[in-house]
């Protein structure tokens, strides 16, 4: 839960929650599943299922610890305890959760028992030159968090708004863009997230210049963004998107931490997150309000910090 | 070829390796030994330029390591298979090749054919498009040796080469290695094979508590590695311990 909290768009859908509790209906159903999808996952998985096998447990006491496990999760919890709390009416949400957290164990399951994985990102072009390769790369690891998928959610549902109504309102486009925005910026303070100090180790060995490693993350971030809000208002994403990579670079060459795949990403604490979201709102409602010039200085703070933390990069990998 | 003088790397007070020096001709092959936690990972991390060192200074290929100006030139000019193989969970066997290949210079056509005769020697062919995170580790081993060996390095800095791989392709990585050392390519290795050394090593240095106990041409030694290692290295007595294969209760 900890890990949770540290991720803007949970924490922005709770803000929002206290403000004005009804706007907050479609997020706060995202955000839920936010919470829900890593939560719901097996908690036995985390054991590693050789030294699991090997313990001389009967199959009777395999049980009781497969049911202890599942009880010390908070799902069932939650599950049982939206309708005692909210009332019978509530029901079906209680019902909605548990498909939820069924779908989210297939999906694990399935996901783990195909060995040949790497087949399905074939699918993917395969990038050429000393960049491409890593950004396709760089695509892979984003594709395996949950963060973009969130975004997609909320992307199609403003797509579909934006399509279908007669006259869509330009601010509250502007405003579902720098919200797709926000549910990737936890993800551009954890670029290395999923690379594991081995990938680290990779990477220092690498000729490459660090700014040139940061410019593949990016480029692959970035290209997320823009797929997410090409049918929204492109040009304040792409400010929100440097802006995001420009605050993202310290805490994520500075302060890397593990994450664990298909979860959400748990941006850095503190202040850093709360400038780097302000920052990235600032950014895309003046491009928006006052010109697509302001994409200059975006452009601008974005390069100096790539080539500062590329700088700092290099220095890590030195020892 | 490679060359340290008074290299330590210390945490605290405690040096992990302590003053050693070495020169290697070009071309040789060095077996650097000696018991867990006894330096070698921590030397071979500063030898490829992944750790800087407390004091000392290194030089490989004619170049200082960690002398920033120079940092590109040799990652181009080694092959490095690191302590934790430095491989990326979502990729195959073969795209960490091809990931690499332009990196170091090569055209897309000649990664492809280098990847190619590197799976096919280290018997990789079978598992190319497995994803590294599910690989076994003699796979994942290899795999960071082809990377180690796709640009034609000139110094190759290897950590356990021969550990977690099945008998025949640790028998063909110690022909590759003497081949690549008869065409001047310099070789360092850790590893507790000590037969495997015995037969590849042409330098011998063996490290206890992170000083060097031994360093000499293979031909120099008074008696066989393992001799030497038991005497120099390694000396504990079994303690045993009575509950152990008494009966059961």
């Known amino acids: ?319 | 070829m490679i060359g340290c003088s008074e290299l330590t790397r210390a945490y605290g007070s405690k040096a992990v390796v302590d003053a050693i020096s070495f020169d290697l001709p070009r071309g040789s092959v060095c077996a650097f030994l000696g018991p867990n936690g006894a330096g070698k990972s921590t030397t071979l991390k500063m030898l490829s330029g992944l750790l800087r060192p407390t004091s000392g200074t290194i030089t490989v290929a004619g170049l200082q390591v960690h002398d920033e100006k120079d940092s590109m030139d040799l990652k181009r000019r080694i092959g490095v298979l690191p302590e934790g193989l430095g491989l990326f969970d979502h990729l195959s066997v073969e795209e960490h090749l091809h990931l690499c290949g332009p990196i170091y210079g090569l055209s897309q056509v000649e990664t492809r054919v280098r990847t190619d005769q590197l799976l096919r020697v280290l018997g990789l062919e079978e598992g190319r498009f497995t994803q590294a995170d599910h690989c076994s580790h003699g796979m994942r081993k290899k795999t960071a040796l082809a990377m180690a060996l796709l640009h034609n390095p000139e110094v190759l800095f290897l950590d356990e080469p021969f550990e977690g791989v099945e008998p025949v392709t640790a028998e063909l990585i110690r022909e590759l290695l003497n081949r690549l050392a008869e065409r001047g390519v310099t070789v360092f290795f850790t590893s507790h094979m000590l037969d495997m050394a015995e037969r590849l090593a042409t330098h011998c240095i063996l490290i206890r508590s992170g000083k060097i106990v031994w360093n000499s041409r293979r031909e120099e030694l008074p008696s066989t590695l393992s001799e030497m290692y038991f005497g120099l290295v390694e000396s504990r007595s079994l303690e045993l311990m009575p509950w152990l294969g008494s009966p059961r209760s």
């Not at chain 1, 009804?22 to 030294?51: C, T």
């Not at chain 1, 993202?248 to 709360?274: E, K, M, N, Y």
């Open chain 1, 1 to 319: 839960m900890s890990k949770l909290a540290g991720n803007h768009f949970l924490v922005f859908a709770l803000l929002l929650f206290a403000m004005a509790p009804r706007s907050a209906g479609f997020l706060l159903m995202l955000a839920g599943l936010v919470i829900f999808f890593p939560l719901s996952l097996d908690p036995l998985r985390r054991l590693p299922k050789e030294r699991l096998l090997l313990f001389p447990f009967t199959t009777s006491e395999r049980i009781r610890i497969r049911i202890l496990g599942f009880l010390f999760s908070p799902v069932p919890w939650v599950i049982l305890g939206v309708p005692i709390w909210a009332g019978r009416r509530y029901l079906r949400v209680s019902w909605m959760l548990l498909l939820v957290a069924v779908a989210a164990n297939a999906m694990s399951i399935l996901w783990l028992r195909d060995i040949d994985q790497a087949r399905r990102w074939r699918l993917l072009p395969t990038g050429s030159g000393p960049l491409g390769g890593l950004v396709v790369k760089n695509l892979r690891e984003m594709f395996h968090l949950l963060d973009p998928y969130a975004g997609l959610a909320l992307a199609l549902a403003a797509t579909v708004y934006r399509v279908t109504s007669p006259k869509p309102d330009p601010e509250a486009v502007l405003g579902l863009s720098l919200l797709v925005a926000l549910t990737l910026s936890s993800a551009a303070q954890r670029l290395f997230a999923l690379d594991s100090k081995h990938g680290l180790t990779r990477y220092a060995l690498m000729p490459m210049a660090g700014w040139r490693v940061l410019l593949a993350k990016d480029t692959a971030f970035l290209l997320v963004l823009l797929m997410l809000v090409l049918p929204l208002n492109p040009c304040a994403g792409l400010a929100a998107g440097l802006v995001l990579l420009a605050f993202g670079h310290g805490p994520s060459i500075l302060d890397p931490q593990p994450q664990t795949p298909w979860c959400f990403v748990s941006g850095a604490r503190g202040w850093s997150g709360w400038v780097q979201v302000l920052a990235m709102f600032a950014a895309g409602i003046a491009t928006f309000r006052w010109s697509p010039v302001i994409l200059i200085p975006c452009l601008a703070g974005y390069l100096g910090s790539l080539f500062y933390f590329g700088a700092r990069l290099e220095g890590r990998w030195r020892g």
